[in-house]
C-alpha cells in the first residue's frame, strides 16, 4: 500500500508539470503570434513607403491620429482613429492604409471595407489609398454614395 501513494504523488505531479509546461507553451505562442503580427506590421510599413514613394506620393506624416466624437443615447464618446500615412502628390493629400494579409488587403473584405470609409469620412482627404503588401500595389478606393 504505501507504494501505491507514492505512485499516485507521483502520477500527481507529472500531470501537474505536464499542465504547467502546456501552459507555458501556449503562452509562449501567444508572444510569439504577437512579436509575428508586430514584426510583419513594421515590415509592411516599411515597404509601404517604398511603394508609395515609387509611385510618386510624398510622406506628409505616419500613424497620423484623428480625434472624434460620436453621440451615444446623447452622451459624448470620444474615440482616436489612426492612419499609417498622410501623403501627397500632385497637390492632393490622400489617407493610406498598408494591409499585410491576402484577406485584409482585399477591399471587398468587411473590416477593411469600414475601416477604409471610417477614414474617407475622419480625414480630410481628395482620397483613400489602399497599400496592398501581397502584391505589391496601390489601390485607389473611391465610395460612389
Known amino acids: 500500500m504505501p507504494g501505491d501513494a507514492s ?8 500531470i501537474l508539470f505536464t499542465l504547467l509546461v ?9 508572444h510569439l503570434r504577437a512579436w ?29 491620429e484623428r480625434r472624434c ?16 500615412f498622410i501623403v501627397e502628390r500632385e497637390g492632393r493629400r490622400f489617407v493610406a492604409e498598408a494591409k499585410n494579409g491576402i484577406q485584409a488587403a482585399d477591399p471587398r473584405h468587411r473590416a477593411t471595407r469600414r475601416q477604409l470609409r471610417e477614414y474617407s469620412v475622419v ?6 489609398l489602399l497599400i496592398d503588401i501581397p502584391a505589391r500595389r496601390i489601390r485607389s478606393i473611391v465610395f460612389d454614395d
Do not use: C, H, K, N
Not at 22 to 30: E, F, I, Q, S, T
Not at 77 to 84: G, K, L, P
Not at 123 to 128: K, M, Y
Open 36 to 64: 509575428w503580427s508586430r514584426w510583419r506590421g513594421r515590415r509592411g510599413e516599411s515597404l509601404a513607403v517604398g511603394l508609395l514613394m515609387r509611385a510618386g506620393y510624398a510622406i506628409v506624416s505616419e500613424q497620423t
Open 123 to 128: 480625414f480630410d482627404a481628395a482620397g483613400v
Open 22 to 30: 502546456v501552459w507555458w507553451v501556449a503562452r509562449a505562442l501567444r
Open 69 to 84: 466624437r460620436l453621440l451615444v443615447d446623447g452622451e459624448p464618446v470620444d474615440y482616436v482613429v489612426r492612419a499609417d
Open 7 to 14: 505512485l499516485w504523488l507521483a502520477v500527481g505531479a507529472a
